[in-house]
Each structure stands twice: as structure tokens, then as C-alpha cells.
């Protein structure tokens, strides 16, 4: 009967035991584990790469740790195969535990008369990664016992990986990946043999057998290993990928030993865009940016400020953007990102400085939007605008066109003009419209700015203009710019903020070479052999040149001067800009491409003078686009081909002054009275105040003088100094100096004066 019930009690045993050890198996499997989802959890190095998967760099965590993660899947087989085989040959066959590992330890240890060997498996090297311990037999038993439920828990592969992703290496690295890219400055999928077996060794004893530091102490270890698990490799290569190690290179940079470094500023700001989340995923970020491309532009623009010294121009800034996604294709924020003496850290995509007439397009757009068209006639000449005189704007070259259309206003870039628009349309409405368009570093602006927002004398930043400059493009569609690929562009919306209409017909100017003769003269830099459209500023205080490009795939904005806001010699150096978005745009321009045709427009025949609807009575006649709707009225300046052309009243003075064909009986000012006028001061009015403005260059600030007299050569003086002679009428351009200024014109015997305040 005992025996009886001995041999049911072990057969009951030998049933349960199985049972009980699958049910504390399960119970570990499902029971939570804080310290595993901790670990789990932990922040991962960042890999930011090119739209090509073509590394940026690799950013440490905050605490300056490089922990790169890879898949176990995306790990070289003979990577794993090797570390598996140095630190657990028998991996597969023990639940976290290895029992013949320990005694095999145990024994070493024992004839060593020291410890050699610790019989840790991989889990229980990941068990103790998680739950850190201070040795002892103790913290070992704990050790082993937390193995077991690590094994309950994950499957061999995810232990596997979560371990290769978590292996320190010294010198402020874990894992496989981040080894691989700071001791050897390669990618882990492109180790070999050699550095494998060499990084197989360095967790015994990172400070003995790091190859940086010991590269003989390195090889002979990894040869030892080799020997030990079957890897055939020759001596002397691992010698040499030891010493190759060992040997001062290129690693040693601003990104860190072994870290790539493109596109510095494009990988700061995308880094400043991502969530915890995405920082605890460590997944490599594929972003827009296209390697070719920025290094184009980072080229192009180098190339400039390499040669630019003596136009005073020490940096320089770039982007370019995919018109049809807003992708940002390239991104530069300064020449020399390195170079501290110039600031080179700065990114001058996004700091807001002056962009001078760059924001032209985007006035001449809002005027199409409410009732102009590319005829519609602006006034270039000298003019006073406000209810008392404020300054008489410029253009860059010094010289007045008359009567210009509003086509020829923008693609030369006249500044009175664009003076003129915005005092119609009201400098609150071009600011607002500005906003619409993306310009947000406006919006502390908006209380400051005056008729000078018209010739850019506010700040916005040039990935701004950039992203308004593609509308034009985009027939009135403005995208966000992406950085990130993996985000879906359907994602990423686009708005309307202009009719189709009005973007071909701004697309169409800036492109219209004939267009800009009158400004830049007819061998321009932006006359380019591929189709593009272009728009160039200079600020003004000399100390920012800009150019704005686009083919019908990419625009481009690039930004030269100095950070610290040094003038630059404008006239010579405001074309570089443009020969660097020149260049770049040629590169990438698909061979005949085109910009788009207008569209929701119509081809008028309109007078090249007055703008309006051609008649059989205008000398000159040219085809203009007009928004599908929009007519001119007819040509009422020219009454037939030998009568003389009927100016408005505000440009008859204009006509004269260049011995114009004009209307009969407008040939000269007149007194009151209609007689020939004696000697008189014209302009300014006697008692006149003139503001300067400060944010314009005090050299473009001046007023109109005009003097006529009806007997002989007049002589003009300010505060009894000479400064001018010549016939009636005489017109002087007159700098502004703050204080009283006392003007005295001398004609025969005739003497008048007049007085003006400027403040």
C-alpha cells in the first residue's frame, strides 16, 4: 500500500510538475513589468537621412550618449552570428539560465584562482542592463531569476535585439549601431569581418580592447575569439582594421566622432520639430531634403562668399523647395557652419531681416486682386506722397521712366511705383495680405510699418519668402513646407490666397525678360537660358541682397550679408545672389521645360504708352494678358498718328522736361495768370516739413527742387552755399539733413526764396 501510494504521488508530481512550471511561465509572461517598459521606452539616437536614406546625422541624447537603434532584421547575419557566439553560444537551447555555462565558469574560475569567466548568458547581460545590480551572489541569484522572466516574457529574437541595441561600449555608446559609426565612422550594415570580431571583444573591457586606444591589445583578442567560435580572417587585416581605427581622421567633428554632418541648420531645425514619442522611437527620419541639391546650393553659395570680400558680403543662406509637394529640397543657413568668427551657427533661413523689393510681387498681387492689370499706367516720376512731403523714393539707378505699366513697373523693379500702388491700395491692407501669405514675422510689425513696407523696409525671413515666391507657381496655392517624407502630403494642406489669374499674370512678368530692360538693362544676370521667373532685392541699408528664382519644378531664395548687419557694397555685389540661384535652378532644370501658361486670362492688343485698348492711332502696339472679364477701356492718349500724344495733367511736366510730342498748349508751366512765369520756386512749397525715414539709406532720401524762370540761366543756393546752375527749368535732387533748410534761387535780376523743415 506505501508503495502504492509512493509511486501515485510521483506519478502525480511527474504530471504536475510540467503544469505548474507552464503555469508560473504564463503568470511571468503576463505579469507587468515596469522596469522592462521602462527599458523599452528609453530614448534612442536619432538617424536624420536625405530623401535618399542618405545619412545626415546621427543626434546623441541630451546627455551626450550615442544609443542607435537597428532591427535585428536590418543587422548583418555574421553581426549576430559572432556576438551570439562570444557571449552565448547556447543561446537557443536555455530558457535565460544556462547551467552548463555556469559550471564551465565555475571550473575556470576555480583553476584560475581568480574570476576569468561570470557563465552570464545574453538574457542575463539584458537583465542586468535593466536592473542594474552591485554583484555579489546575491545580486547574481536576482540576476538569473530576473533571466527566467525575461525569457517568459519576449521572444529570443526581441531579447536578441533588445541586447545588441543596449551593449555598452565605452566612450558614450551603446549598441551595435552607434559602435559601428563612432569607432569605425561606418555604418553598421557595412562592417566587415574584421571590425565585427573587433567589436565583438571591446563589452569584456571597453578601456583594454577599444582599437582607438589599443589596437594591438584590440586584434589579439578578436583573433582569440575568431579562433574560439570558427570565423576565418587573416592577421594582418584585423590588424590593420584595428590600427585604421586607431588612426586620427575625419570623425572628429562639430556632429561628433564618427557622425555625419550634412546639412547642419536643416538638421538642427527638424530636430527642434520632433515629440518625445518620436525621439523614444529612434527610427531613422526620412526627410525632403535632397543631398544633390544642398550640395549645389551649399557650392554655389560658398562659391560667392569666397570672392565677395570686396563687396563686404561674409555669408550667406539658401533653401529650395518642391513647388508641387512644398518638400524642402535644400537648406543652408549660413556659408561656413563652423566658421564662429562669422556667426556660422546662425541660421539666416530664419531670422527676419529687410528684403527690399522682393516683396514687390506680392503688392503688384494684391493690386491685380483689386482692380489693376499688368497695363494698368503707375507714375515713375518724382513724387510727393502723404499730406505733407516725406521723401521722394528712387529707383536703384538713379533715374525716372515716366508713365510705365504695371508690367514694366515689377520686372524692372521701380521703386516709385510701387510707392504709388501701396499709398492706393493702403499700407494696412498690403500688410495683411502679407500675413495671409505666410509672412507671420510681420505680425509684431504691424504697428510700425509705413508707405516703406512697399520697397521691403520691414523684416520677414527668407524661408518665409520663399514659401510665399512658389503661389506664383502654384497658381495661387499656398503649401506648407514639409520636412518629413514619411508624412503624407495629402496630410500637409495647401490654401488658396490668390485668383489663378492673378499668379500667371505676376508668373508672367517676372519671367518676361523685355520686361526688365528699362531696370537691370539688356544683358541682366536673370536672363537665363531655361525658362525661370526672378525677383532680386537689396534692403535699404545695403546690408541684405536677395534673389528669389523658380523653374517650373523648384523655387529657390537665397539671402547674402553679413549677420552682423555690416553694409555691403549693393550695386556690384546685389547680383550674386541671383548667379547662385542661376546656377543651382540650371542644374536641376529639366531639360525644355516651361512654366506653367497662365491661366483664366486672355490676350488684349493694347497702346505701349498709355496701357489702354490699341486703336489704329497708336504708334506702338504689344499683346498684354488681362484676367478673363477685364477689358481696357480704348487708347485715349493718342488721337491719330501725327497729333501729339494727350498726357494726363500729372505727367505733362515729365514730357516737357524730355522735349516730349505733347498736346498743344502744355508745353510750359505758366504763372496764374498765363503769361511766362518769372522767376519762381516750383518746388518744395515755401514752409514745407519733410520727415526723414530711418529705415531708409539717407542717400536715397532727397526732395525735388524745381525752379523755372523766364529770364536766363538760374543759380540755385542752400543756406547761401551754391549748388547748382542751369536753364529753366532747373530740377536739383536735394538731400535730406535734418534742420532748416534756406533755399535761394538768383535769375537776372530777380532773387525768391523759400524755407523747409526736415525732422
Not at 529640397?329 to 546662425?346: K, N, P, T
Not at 488684349?604 to 504689344?622: F, M, N, R
Amino acid at each position: 500500500m506505501e508503495r502504492y501510494r509512493v509511486t501515485r504521488l510521483f506519478h502525480v508530481t511527474f504530471l504536475l510538475t510540467p503544469l505548474l512550471v507552464l503555469a508560473v511561465w504564463a503568470i511571468l509572461a503576463v505579469t507587468p513589468d515596469p522596469a522592462l517598459d521602462r527599458f523599452q521606452s528609453r530614448p534612442y539616437s536619432l538617424t536624420i537621412t536625405d530623401r535618399n536614406a542618405v545619412p545626415l546625422r546621427t543626434l546623441p541624447l541630451a546627455d551626450g550618449l550615442w544609443r542607435e537603434y537597428a532591427a535585428l532584421g536590418a543587422l548583418p547575419s555574421l553581426l549576430v552570428t559572432i556576438f551570439r557566439e562570444a557571449e552565448d553560444e547556447r543561446f537557443y537551447a536555455h530558457p535565460g539560465v544556462d547551467p552548463l555555462s555556469l559550471v564551465r565558469a565555475l571550473v575556470q574560475n576555480a583553476r584560475a584562482g581568480q574570476i576569468v569567466s561570470g557563465g552570464s548568458t545574453i538574457t542575463m547581460q539584458l537583465a542586468r542592463l535593466i536592473k542594474p545590480h552591485s554583484g555579489g551572489f546575491g545580486g547574481k541569484v536576482s540576476e538569473a531569476l530576473y533571466a527566467v522572466r525575461l525569457e517568459a516574457k519576449l521572444s529570443k529574437r526581441k531579447i536578441l535585439e533588445l541586447w545588441l541595441n543596449s551593449i555598452p561600449f565605452g566612450s558614450q555608446s551603446e549598441g551595435v549601431a552607434s559602435a559601428a559609426q563612432r569607432i569605425f565612422d561606418v555604418d553598421v550594415t557595412e562592417l566587415s569581418a574584421e571590425q565585427i570580431l573587433l567589436l565583438a571583444v571591446i563589452p569584456r573591457r571597453p578601456a583594454r580592447y577599444d582599437p582607438r586606444g589599443n589596437p594591438g591589445l584590440a586584434a589579439d583578442a578578436a583573433l582569440q575569439l575568431a579562433s574560439r567560435i570558427g570565423v576565418e580572417v587573416g592577421t594582418s587585416a584585423v590588424s590593420a582594421a584595428a590600427a585604421k581605427a586607431a588612426a586620427p581622421g575625419p570623425a572628429a567633428t562639430v556632429a561628433g566622432p564618427g557622425s555625419p554632418l550634412e546639412a547642419p541648420h536643416f538638421v538642427r531645425y527638424v530636430a527642434s520639430q520632433f515629440s518625445d514619442e518620436r525621439l523614444a522611437r529612434g527610427t531613422p527620419v526620412r526627410t525632403t531634403l535632397d543631398l544633390d541639391i544642398q550640395r549645389a546650393l551649399e557650392a554655389a553659395i560658398r562659391a560667392r562668399i569666397a570672392t565677395a570680400d570686396r563687396y563686404r558680403i561674409g555669408n550667406g543662406a539658401g533653401i529650395v523647395i518642391d513647388n508641387q509637394t512644398g518638400e524642402i529640397l535644400a537648406y543652408v543657413g549660413s556659408a561656413d557652419f563652423s566658421d564662429d568668427e562669422r556667426s556660422g551657427q546662425i541660421d539666416g533661413v530664419r531670422i527676419a531681416r529687410q528684403p527690399g523689393s522682393t516683396l514687390k510681387p506680392f503688392l503688384y498681387a494684391l493690386a491685380l486682386e483689386t482692380g489693376f492689370s499688368a497695363a494698368t499706367i503707375l507714375p515713375d516720376i518724382p513724387t510727393e506722397f502723404g499730406s505733407q512731403e516725406i521723401y521722394v523714393p528712387e529707383n536703384f539707378n538713379r533715374r525716372f521712366n515716366g508713365p510705365v505699366r504695371l508690367r514694366t513697373a515689377l520686372a524692372s523693379s521701380l521703386n516709385v511705383p510701387a510707392v504709388y500702388t501701396i499709398e492706393r491700395l493702403g499700407v494696412a491692407n498690403f500688410a495683411n495680405y502679407l500675413l495671409e501669405l505666410g509672412f507671420t514675422s510681420l505680425e509684431d510689425q504691424m504697428n510700425s510699418v509705413g508707405t516703406g513696407l512697399a520697397l521691403g523696409n520691414a523684416e520677414v525671413t527668407l524661408a518665409e519668402l520663399a514659401r510665399a515666391f512658389t503661389i506664383f507657381v502654384r497658381d495661387g496655392s499656398l503649401p506648407e513646407l514639409r520636412w518629413d517624407l514619411q508624412v503624407d502630403s495629402d496630410a500637409v494642406g495647401a490654401r488658396r490666397v490668390m485668383s489663378e489669374s492673378t499668379a500667371g499674370i505676376i508668373r508672367s512678368i517676372l519671367s518676361d525678360q523685355l520686361a526688365r530692360v528699362p531696370g537691370f538693362g539688356t544683358r541682366s544676370v536673370l536672363d537665363t537660358s531655361f525658362e525661370a521667373m526672378f525677383k532680386t532685392g537689396t534692403s535699404s541699408q545695403f546690408n541684405n541682397i536677395w534673389a528669389l528664382g523658380s523653374t517650373s519644378r523648384m523655387t529657390i531664395a537665397i539671402w547674402m550679408g553679413n549677420f552682423g548687419g555690416e553694409t555691403v557694397i549693393g550695386a556690384p555685389g546685389s547680383s550674386l545672389p541671383a548667379a547662385a540661384a542661376i546656377e543651382v535652378l540650371g542644374l536641376f532644370a529639366d531639360p525644355g521645360s516651361k512654366l506653367p501658361d497662365p491661366h483664366g486670362v486672355q490676350e488684349i492688343d493694347i497702346c505701349a504708352t498709355s496701357g489702354l485698348q490699341a486703336t489704329e492711332h497708336c504708334p506702338a502696339v504689344l499683346p498684354e494678358i488681362f484676367a478673363i472679364g477685364e477689358e481696357p477701356e480704348w487708347c485715349s492718349w493718342h488721337t491719330g498718328l501725327s497729333a501729339p500724344v494727350r498726357y494726363p495733367p500729372e505727367y505733362q511736366s515729365w514730357a516737357i522736361e524730355r522735349d516730349h510730342f505733347i498736346e498743344a498748349g502744355s508745353s510750359a508751366p505758366s504763372s496764374p495768370t498765363g503769361s511766362p512765369t518769372s522767376l519762381r520756386i516750383v518746388r518744395p512749397a515755401d514752409g514745407a516739413v519733410f520727415y526723414v525715414d530711418p529705415t531708409i539709406a539717407s542717400e536715397s532720401q532727397a526732395v525735388r527742387v524745381e525752379v523755372v524762370s523766364g529770364s536766363g540761366p538760374i543759380q540755385l543756393y542752400v543756406d547761401e552755399a551754391f549748388l547748382a546752375e542751369g536753364e529753366s527749368p532747373l530740377l536739383v535732387m536735394l538731400p535730406l539733413r535734418s534742420g532748416t533748410v534756406r533755399l535761394t534761387a538768383v535769375a537776372h535780376l530777380e532773387v525768391v526764396r523759400t524755407t523747409i523743415t526736415v525732422r
